[in-house]
């Protein structure tokens, strides 16, 4: 049994089948027939899907164990999920801190998290980035990027 | 005759000839770096070219396309590292030419084949692309929705080895088309509450998060990694004699890659592979490859670079993207407004004729810059991940915004981002996903469409004769990789007997 597969199509299956239940509760207006009111074809599109996840169940549980069945370090997932995280944090900077300010600083935040201990590289690339940003976005393509309470 | 001449006389204009130059550029260096493919670079592009008009806009997107289908082949070729999935069989006969002292020899190989196998094709495309237009000209809502279904089965042989992962991928793309307004009824659905998804996801913040953001993700997963370049650039580029030496080879190339590039949602990395194992099959000396022979190089990198005009025919002639890359381009196009298809041809002939051209000119260009600026491309694989993975996230988050100004585009692409992360993980690919988000809404309205106008009669798909060759393509298309393994598995048994 391929438990990766299978938890995932588990999980995948559970997601579709609320989409599904949720779709009973889109409007439509009475007299119309059914493949024309709006709920018709992501029914179809869900069915389609369920079925799929279903040979997706059946395959994983019929396989042997999942040859590549080696656990991520510590280290890794931790780093990962720092990225992630450094990344949601650049999303809430661009809004509340700037767009520039944000870049230097998600910047700085990914490769401290990364292990760079070069600071002159950080320091660099912190700088230089939010400058071209700004050049590029603001000056040449005139997007105005949101400026937060910094800049 | 004319239309060329129009498309000719507009790229030659300042503005565009710069834009292909640009896409040219670039798409070498995003190629030559591995772990940045070409579907990425493109969708990275598309924020720059909001506030261009439609021709250099296109074109530049279509240039980079080609220009980083040949870029993947430098990493290839110097550190046995593929730049792009589509270079991987370059790595069997550049790497070891190279190492034999041979890396100019192997990078101007690459480069003349490159070029002569998108040249090729992009004289198939002018040919063909109209013409596929005219006929598809002539269908309605059921030819569409069998042809765009036949487009979606495809995918069971893009990205991922499970057909039915592929497939799953392909059929949450289209159910991520389906979030909005629906077009037919002006019901909303799955919006959640959210003013922002009543106008549905757009394509690009999607495409941006599954290609670009997920990749960064997956850098961090491999942490700090340098390559290091010990290879100088020395050997003499290809002799006249040699190049004449793989001429069979480069036209043989040149019709699977162009072949392989028109079927929906097969890409570079499948002609690549054709190429080169058509290339061994049919040398007088096979046992040579894998030691550095110059056909092992000639066959892949022309057949991929012959597969980007293919894949741009049934996406500019039938809105059908023929690989990940073009699927991003249609999706480019859109935001341009204009829509792929056969009245495209119609509606913006210039735009049309001018991409064409520009298409052509990226291939002459690439090779000037490929046979001049080897040594100069080299150089960019020693930029360390570290820097270029949080500068490239910087641009999927400031380039996102820049569609609408809105930041909700923005959280949706880092979404993208974490679930293209989590799925790869699990063995999906991203381009059957983005796939199926360019064909969901052709799908839903040409089958809704169809039932409306045939009054709910599901069999009128089987009675058009255009609808019925397409389902049967379809259902051919689905079998095939369980007839194939059927075969693959008979044999082993009678080998084992």
């Known amino acids: 049994m391929n438990n990766k597969d299978l938890r995932m199509a588990l999980v995948l299956m559970v997601i579709f089948i609320i989409l599904y239940a949720m779709s009973f509760s889109f409007q439509s207006s009475g007299v119309v027939k059914s493949h024309t009111t709006a709920a018709f074809f992501p029914r179809v599109v869900l069915l389609v899907a369920m079925f799929l996840t279903l040979i997706m169940i059946i395959q994983s549980i019929r396989q042997g164990p999942d040859a590549a069945k080696k656990k991520m370090d510590k280290a890794v997932v931790k780093r990962v999920a720092l990225t992630m995280a450094c990344a949601a944090g650049f999303g809430l900077g661009v809004v ?44 040449i393509l005139l997007v105005q990027l949101p400026s937060g309470i910094l800049i | ?84 999935p589509a270079a991987a069989a370059t790595t069997f006969d550049g790497y070891p030419l190279a190492q034999k002292g041979q890396a100019g020899k192997a990078l101007g190989m690459a480069c003349i084949s490159s070029a002569l196998g998108g040249l090729f094709s992009v004289v198939v495309l002018i040919l063909l692309a109209p013409v596929l237009a005219e006929i598809a000209i002539k269908f309605g809502p059921p030819e569409y929705f069998a042809l765009a279904v036949f487009g979606l089965s495809m995918i069971s042989s893009l990205g991922s080895r499970s057909v ?62 340098k390559i290091v370049v010990d290879r100088k650039i020395s050997g003499l580029l290809p002799t006249w004699k040699e190049i004449k030496s793989v001429k069979t080879t480069l036209l043989r190339s040149s019709l699977i890659g162009t072949f392989i590039g028109i079927l929906p949602a097969e890409g570079g990395t499948v002609a690549s592979f054709i190429g080169y194992n058509e290339a061994k099959r049919f040398s007088k000396t096979p046992e040579k490859f894998g030691t550095g022979c110059l056909e092992g190089i000639a066959g892949p990198e022309c057949a991929n670079n012959a597969a980007t005009g293919g894949a741009m025919i049934p996406t500019m002639a039938l809105g059908i993207p023929g690989s990940g890359t073009t ?18 041809f119609l509606q913006h002939t210039n735009v049309v004729y001018a991409v064409f051209i520009g298409m052509f000119l990226a291939n002459l260009m690439f090779l000037g810059l490929g046979l001049g600026g080897a040594k100069i491309f080299s150089q960019i694989l020693r930029v360390p991940n570290y820097v270029l993975s949080p500068i490239i996230l910087v641009l999927c988050v400031v380039g996102t915004y820049a569609l609408h100004n809105n930041m909700a585009d923005v959280w949706i692409m ?53 609808s019925l060759a397409f389902i049967i393509l379809t259902v051919v298309g689905l079998c095939m990789p369980l007839i194939t393994s059927w075969i693959e598995n008979r044999g082993q048994n009678n080998k084992e007997k």
């Open chain 2, 1 to 84: 005759m004319d239309q060329l001449m129009v498309g000719f006389m507009t790229i030659m204009e300042p503005m565009n000839f710069l834009s292909v130059f640009v896409g040219v550029l670039g798409g070498m260096i995003i190629g030559a770096m591995p772990g940045l493919t070409a579907p990425m670079g493109v969708a990275l592009l598309i924020p720059f070219t909001y506030g261009m008009q439609p021709v250099p806009a296109i074109t530049m997107l279509v240039s980079l396309y080609c220009g980083a289908t040949f870029g993947g082949s430098i990493a290839a070729i110097l550190v046995h590292a593929p730049g792009t």
């Open chain 2, 164 to 225: 039915v992962k592929n497939l799953l991928g392909g059929t949450i793309g289209v159910f991520i088309a389906c979030v909005g307004m629906d077009s037919i009824s002006g019901f909303s659905r799955y919006d959640f509450g959210l003013t922002h998804l009543m106008d549905g996801i757009s394509f690009i913040p999607v495409m941006i998060g599954l290609f670009a953001a997920t990749e960064v993700f997956r850098q961090a997963e491999i942490g700090i990694r």
């Open chain 2, 414 to 466: 880092l979404v993208c981002g974490l679930i293209g992360y989590k799925m790869k993980a699990y063995g999906f690919a991203a381009a059957p996903i983005v796939l199926g988000l360019v064909l969901g809404e052709l799908i839903e309205i040409s089958l809704r469409r169809s039932l409306i106008v045939f009054d709910n009669n599901p069999f009128v798909f089987f009675t058009r004769p255009w």
């Open chain 1, 96 to 139: 509340y801190l700037g767009t520039l300010v944000s870049i230097a600083l998600f910047i700085v935040a990914t490769m401290v998290v990364w292990g760079v201990e070069s600071k002159r590289v950080i320091i660099i690339t912190a700088l230089l980035t939010p400058l071209l940003i700004y050049l590029v976005f603001n000056q």
């Open chain 2, 327 to 344: 699927a991003v381009i249609l999706g480019a196009l859109l935001v341009h407004g204009m829509r792929p298809g056969p009245l495209l």
